[in-house]
């Protein structure tokens, strides 16, 4: 269990948070508090598997210094699921063993902090819990998730924690009758990373290709200095290799949302 003790402006005095499994007599408050934070509602049933640890490992963030009789309810969450890695739709981008069928991952399926206790790295805290449980099963290959394409906080936290950006799923959330895209976030562990995926491939080309230019634009450089008359159309030689770096840059940045 992870403590922490520090102020917060939002709430009235200085929190103790602590980090505990999701248990059954958390239901009610675990329902309100998704039903606060997330544009779709979640079924019954999975509130229950959840609350029963059926198919389902959740820890909950709370507040030991919170008063009026809250101090063990929950402020934060996160619930995850483990999944099998031949199934799931990385596994294109997992380097393992596909003979081995019993390899997998831990999907994050949901992840909040009421309002008032967020910006003090609960989200963060919780996220670590699940990366050190899943780093606790030798098979599993990768901690993964969604998220959907406007979530710049989270998007943010989960950037900071070192998981990968690995795919921009088109049109993958349907809310209110409009489809929004999701960003899928990878967290590679155990030797699952593959040694060479087609992005980093990609990546590795349009490197080769910059450096290639660096060293031509350096040898007319060169002859320049030795006086050597350059053709006529050096500007724009040089306005191209210009516009290729910016547009180099710009996709291995973007590339990250690939
Ligand atoms: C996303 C969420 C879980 C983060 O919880 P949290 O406890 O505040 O997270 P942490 O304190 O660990 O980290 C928050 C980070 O986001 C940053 N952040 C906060 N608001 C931000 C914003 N609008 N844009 C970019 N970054 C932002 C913080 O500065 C902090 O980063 P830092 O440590 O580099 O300063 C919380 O905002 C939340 O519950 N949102 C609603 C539900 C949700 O979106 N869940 C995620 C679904 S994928």
Not at 156 to 175: A, P
Request: some cysteine.
């Amino acid at each position: 269990m992870i403590q922490s003790s520090m102020v917060n402006p939002k709430i009235s005095h200085r929190p103790t948070i602590c980090y505990r499994p999701i248990q059954p007599s958390d239901l009610e408050i675990l329902e309100q508090i998704h039903s606060d934070l997330f544009p779709v509602r979640y079924e019954s049933e999975f509130f229950q598997n959840v609350v029963n640890g059926r198919d389902i490992v959740s820890w909950a963030a709370v507040d030991r210094s919170r008063p009026n009789g809250k101090s063990d309810e929950p402020i934060g969450f996160v619930t995850a699921r483990i999944v099998l890695a031949k199934d799931s739709e990385i596994a294109d981008l997992l380097s393992y063993d596909s003979t081995k069928v019993d390899q997998t991952l831990v999907y994050i399926l949901t992840l909040g902090v009421v309002e008032a206790y967020r910006n003090l790295g609960i989200a963060t805290a919780l996220i670590h819990e699940v990366i050190k449980y899943a780093s606790s099963i030798p098979v599993c290959r990768a901690v993964y998730l969604h998220v959907i394409s406007y979530n710049n906080p989270a998007i943010h936290l989960y950037k900071k924690m070192s998981f990968k950006c690995v795919r921009r799923l088109q049109g993958f959330y349907f809310i209110n009758g409009q489809h929004y895209d999701s960003y899928l976030f990878v967290f590679y562990l155990n030797g699952g990373r593959s040694p060479c995926s087609p992005l980093e491939f990609v990546t590795f080309v349009v490197n080769c290709m910059k450096t290639g230019l660096k060293s031509v634009a350096a040898k007319l450089i060169k002859n320049e200095d030795k006086g050597v008359r350059l053709p006529k159309h050096k500007e724009t030689r040089r306005l191209i290799s210009t516009q290729n770096k910016r547009m180099i840059k710009t996709e291995s940045s973007g590339g990250e949302y690939v």
